[in-house]
Nanobody, 115 residues
């Protein structure tokens, strides 16, 4: 199982960024996937979840209405579309997958929102 993230970097307040998490060794469509973030000096928090087969999604209160989790089965990739970004969204972002009873983390990528 391998998760490779991309799409980090710096963005201006009010801007958008799409994070990608390319998976190998399993099918993302059949497993719980989620995105987490860890702001500087704070604990890691879950910001978005997607159930197997894309049945339902859920979001943290701080990102609801601004972030969207989605999946491309053909590319075996999970995405996090982030809109209307603010400096409070600055964090290291991680994708996470449950395969059976075991969890796997992506390598994490910094997203910095600053003018």
């Amino acid at each position: 199982v391998q998760l490779v993230e991309s799409g980090g970097g710096s963005v201006l307040p009010g801007g958008s960024r799409r994070r990608s998490c390319a998976a190998s060794g399993f099918n993302v469509s059949n497993n719980f996937v989620s995105w987490h973030r860890q702001p500087p000096g704070k604990e890691r928090e879950c910001v978005a979840r997607l159930t197997p087969l894309g049945v339902s999604t859920s979001y943290g209160e701080s990102v609801k209405g601004r972030f969207t989790i989605s999946r491309d089965d053909a590319r075996n990739t999970v995405y996090l579309q982030m809109n209307s970004l603010t400096p409070d969204d600055t964090a290291v972002y991680y994708c996470y997958v449950m395969v059976g009873s075991r969890g796997y983390w992506g390598q994490g990528t910094q997203v910095t929102v600053s003018s």
